[in-house]
């Protein structure tokens, strides 16, 4: 059977995250449901990562297996047909070799989270990003973050329901940058590594935006980190800040690919 490659966006707010549940709507349904209107007896799909409910992607990667060759375009432009009027799109579509995983092939991954700091309710990115009230320290943030970065025990950053075999990951970048907005300030968290534990990166933006805040120091993030209790972790941000921004492969399925 042909295996495809597929790049993926979508808007996770009408979601209850990636994996197909039973009693409630996933992306990974909404694609599955998809191709079987072009192939019935499609298998099911793998992708990178398992987003959250209300988390988004900007470049979440599956691959699928069909039961004809396709031709890549034509794939993707039919799945897309059949996703409207859901927000969800194959922005790529790659032939791949037989054993290509999405999941297990990866060798990083990466997330961005927006924090948007203004009095007056954001309009054109209601349920896009974490909005405060209160503007933030950006210098301060980055120094929490880098202590951070590296190979550590994460329990601290890890939700008791993560089913990660070991608490042990390591941090290649947590990068933070501040953006004009209207009105406010736009913070935005970089992040990269192999593979996260379950609200990892929530847990970091949490932590960190008390840095930010001046109710925290850069210190005290040591402090939690080495503390290896979920007690000591910061407040755990809201969800629709996070994107799955991209999936590392080596090599690149989509290099040369052309968009749909």
Same mark, same amino acid.
């Given at each position: 059977?042909?295996?495809?490659?597929?790049?993926?966006?979508?808007?996770?707010?009408?979601?209850?995250?990636?994996?197909?549940?039973?009693?409630?709507?996933?992306?990974?349904?909404?694609?599955?449901?998809?191709?079987?209107?072009?192939?019935?007896?499609?298998?099911?799909?793998?992708?990178?990562?398992?987003?959250?409910?209300?988390?988004?992607?900007?470049?979440?990667?599956?691959?699928?297996?069909?039961?004809?060759?396709?031709?890549?375009?034509?794939?993707?432009?039919?799945?897309?047909?059949?996703?409207?009027?859901?927000?969800?799109? *194959?922005?790529?579509? &790659?032939?791949?070799? #037989? %054993?290509?995983? !999405?999941?297990? $092939? =990866?060798?990083? +991954?990466?997330?961005?989270?927006?924090?948007?700091?203004?009095?007056?309710?954001?309009?054109?990115?209601?349920?896009?990003?974490?909005?405060?009230?209160?503007?933030?320290?950006?210098?301060?943030?980055?120094?929490?973050?880098?202590?951070?970065?590296?190979?550590?025990?994460?329990?601290?950053?890890?939700?008791?329901?993560?089913?990660?075999?070991?608490?042990?990951?390591?941090?290649?970048?947590?990068?933070?940058?501040?953006?004009?907005?209207?009105?406010?300030?736009?913070?935005?968290?970089?992040?990269?590594?192999?593979?996260?534990?379950?609200?990892?990166?929530?847990?970091?933006?949490?932590?960190?935006?008390? *840095?930010?805040?001046? &109710?925290?120091?850069? #210190? %005290?993030?040591? !402090?939690?980190? $080495? =503390?290896?209790? +979920?007690?000591?972790?910061?407040?755990?941000?809201?969800?629709?800040?996070?994107?799955?921004?991209?999936?590392?492969?080596?090599?690149?399925?989509?290099?040369?690919?052309?968009?749909?």
């Amino acid at each position: 059977m042909p295996r495809y490659a597929l790049q993926i966006e979508y808007n996770g707010a009408p979601f209850h995250g990636w994996q197909r549940q039973k009693a409630h709507p996933s992306v990974q349904q909404a694609l599955e449901e998809a191709l079987r209107r072009l192939e019935p007896d499609v298998p099911s799909i793998a992708a990178a990562g398992r987003t959250d409910a209300g988390v988004h992607a900007l470049g979440q990667v599956a691959h699928c297996d069909m039961g004809k060759a396709w031709q890549p375009a034509r794939l993707a432009g039919a799945i897309n047909a059949h996703l409207r009027p859901l927000p969800v799109a *194959v922005v790529q579509c &790659a032939p791949v070799a #037989d %054993d290509f995983h !999405a999941r297990f $092939d =990866a060798h990083e +991954r990466r997330y961005l989270f927006r924090l948007v700091a203004r009095r007056a309710p954001v309009t054109h990115d209601a349920g896009l990003v974490w909005q405060i009230g209160h503007a933030l320290d950006a210098r301060a943030m980055q120094a929490g973050a880098d202590r951070l970065l590296g190979q550590h025990d994460f329990t601290t950053f890890r939700s008791t329901m993560c089913q990660a075999d070991s608490p042990v990951k390591t941090l290649d970048a947590l990068e933070v940058s501040e953006h004009p907005y209207p009105g406010g300030r736009e913070y935005r968290f970089a992040v990269r590594a192999r593979s996260f534990l379950h609200n990892q990166v929530r847990s970091f933006v949490g932590t960190l935006e008390r *840095v930010g805040a001046g &109710a925290w120091t850069p #210190d %005290d993030v040591t !402090a939690a980190l $080495d =503390a290896r209790t +979920r007690a000591a972790c910061g407040p755990v941000c809201p969800p629709q800040g996070l994107y799955l921004a991209g999936v590392g492969y080596d090599p690149d399925p989509f290099a040369g690919a052309a968009g749909v």
